[in-house]
């Protein structure tokens, strides 16, 4: 039952992987919430911390999640779910289960792309933004972001006007609209396709929650394009999950004296492939999806 899951997605001092872990070990998270102290012990890698945790059995706050889903529209996927796709729960650390408003599609049949750069984007790097996710849309690509200022939000605008059916992960539950301004930005999306978090509704944003939630879309990706980042930008913490992951790496490439541009070319020097058009990412998929 969803209850019983929400219950451990959101019981605290549990890691992620400690999730996963007592769901290999008790086949579901009602089982773990009947074990005993003695049985959760024997899970590989709790600790007794991890396992005192699980001696919360309140269910009050799973209930109010559930109810809240219900009355925003929202689905819960679960990592066991046979919509759940395989190519993220492949991934070193899957999310344990999703919140999903809209429509989302077969992930593992399709060609999704990641777009991703900085929020403080130039002119350039919005304007290659929104022609790669427009160009990518055309060519039977699923664009996925993270609905960010910047290179995210243009790649995403352009995947909608390309008729695309865009993927958005949130760092936030998905009754929180942020930035604030992307309110319309997330509604084309949830009609045309589909927004995912990992965070129950409510939940407001936090630094923290970005760098995590990056890892969902480099998993959900066959390849992720970095349109504009600098050296230390949250973009190239999403290329480098990428190459974790065993997915492709490509970059846009910028004048080589432009701060914005710096991360990218770094890529591109240590053996990224270079996009300077839709093109060069659709062909590297083609034998792989000879339908789109």
Request: aromatic residues 8%; glycine residues 12%; proline residues 8%.
């Amino acid at each position: 039952m969803l209850k019983y899951w929400i219950w451990m997605a959101e019981l605290p001092g549990l890691t992620n992987q400690a999730r996963l872990a007592l769901l290999r070990h008790f086949g579901t998270p009602e089982n773990a919430y009947y074990a005993d102290a003695g049985e959760i012990l024997l899970t590989e890698g709790i600790t007794k911390k991890q396992a005192e945790a699980l001696e919360e059995k309140n269910l009050a706050a799973a209930g109010k999640i559930l109810s809240d889903c219900r009355r925003l529209g929202l689905r819960i996927l679960t990592f066991q779910d046979a919509e759940y796709p395989n190519r993220l729960r492949n991934i070193y650390d899957p999310p344990f289960l999703m919140y999903v408003r809209g429509h989302l599609p077969p992930v593992d049949e399709e060609p999704v792309i990641a777009v991703v750069g900085t929020r403080k984007c130039t002119p350039y790097g919005e304007n290659c933004g929104e022609k790669l996710g427009y160009g990518l849309a055309r060519g039977g690509a699923i664009v996925v972001s993270g609905l960010a200022r910047g290179v995210d939000a243009a790649a995403t605008r352009g995947a909608l006007r390309g008729g695309g059916v865009p993927i958005g992960v949130l760092g936030c539950g998905l009754d929180v609209v942020y930035p604030p301004e992307h309110r319309y930005l997330y509604e084309d999306v949830a009609a045309a396709g589909a927004l995912l978090s990992e965070y129950p509704p409510g939940t407001e944003p936090d630094k923290s929650h970005f760098p995590v939630r990056n890892r969902i879309m480099a998993g959900l990706a066959v390849g992720t394009v970095v349109v504009e980042a600098p050296l230390h930008s949250g973009a190239l913490i999403t290329g480098n999950t990428a190459l974790e992951q065993g997915r492709d790496l490509f970059a846009v490439p910028g004048p080589i004296d432009a701060p914005a541009s710096a991360g990218c070319n770094r890529i591109l020097r240590d053996g990224g492939i270079i996009v300077t058009e839709p093109r060069d990412v659709l062909s590297w998929y083609a034998a792989r999806f000879p339908d789109k």
